[in-house]
C-alpha cells in the first residue's frame, strides 16, 4: 500500500493518499496492531486504493482505504473515497487486538463515500474479543457516509459488538 507502519503513533495531515495497492491490510494506510499507539490523519484524503485478499480469500483484504489497529484513532476533516476491499472495510477498518485495553475510533467533520467492499462497504469496526466493555467505541460526527456498497453486509457503516456507537448528525 502507500503507508505502512508496524509499531508507534502515526499522524497524516494535509495529505493525499491515492491510487495505491496491498494485500492482506491497508490499500493506502496501514497501521498494524501498535500497542499504546495513537492515529491521526486529518485534512487529508484517501482515495482509489485498493486491498486484495491472499489467494482471493474474502476473510483477508481489510481496508482498502486505510487499516488502523490501534487502541486510538481519529479521522478529521478528511475524504475517504472510492476505495475497496475484498473483505471488511472498503473505505476504512479500525479495531483492535485482545491486548489492548480499549479501543476508541472517531470520525469527526469527514466524508466516507463511493466505497466497496463484502462487510461495511464505507466503514467496518472490529473490536477484539473483551474489549468491547471496556469502553470500546465509536463516534461519528457531522460526517457524510453515503454510496459505500457491501455485498454481503452494511453497506455504510458494519460494526462487531461495541460497548458504545455515537452517531451525530451523520
Not at 466493555?133 to 457531522?142: E, L, M, R, T, Y
Not at 460526517?143 to 457503516?157: E, K, M, R, W, Y
Request: aromatic share 4%; charged share 10%; hydrophobic share 30%.
Amino acid at each position: 500500500g502507500g503507508i505502512h507502519v508496524s509499531t508507534g503513533d502515526l499522524t497524516i495531515s494535509d495529505s493525499t493518499i491515492s491510487g495505491n495497492t496491498a494485500v492482506g491490510y491497508g490499500g493506502g494506510i496501514s497501521q498494524n496492531y501498535s500497542d499504546n499507539s495513537i492515529f491521526s490523519l486529518g485534512g487529508s484524503s484517501v482515495t482509489n486504493n485498493q486491498v486484495t485478499g491472499h489467494d482471493g480469500d474474502f476473510l483477508s483484504g481489510h481496508g482498502g482505504g486505510l487499516s488502523v489497529q490501534a487502541p486510538q484513532s481519529s479521522i478529521g476533516s478528511s475524504i475517504i473515497q472510492d476505495n475497496t476491499a475484498v473483505g471488511s472495510g472498503g473505505g476504512m477498518i479500525v479495531g483492535g487486538k485482545p491486548s489492548f485495553r480499549f479501543v476508541t475510533a472517531s470520525v469527526i467533520d469527514s466524508t466516507v463515500s463511493g466505497n466497496t467492499a463484502a462487510f461495511g462497504g464505507g466503514i467496518s469496526v472490529s473490536i477484539a474479543n473483551g474489549n468491547e466493555a471496556d469502553g470500546s467505541g465509536v463516534d461519528i460526527k457531522n460526517s457524510t457516509v453515503d454510496t459505500n456498497t457491501a455485498s454481503v453486509a452494511g453497506g455504510g457503516f458494519a460494526s462487531g459488538p461495541v460497548q458504545k456507537l455515537d452517531l451525530n448528525h451523520v
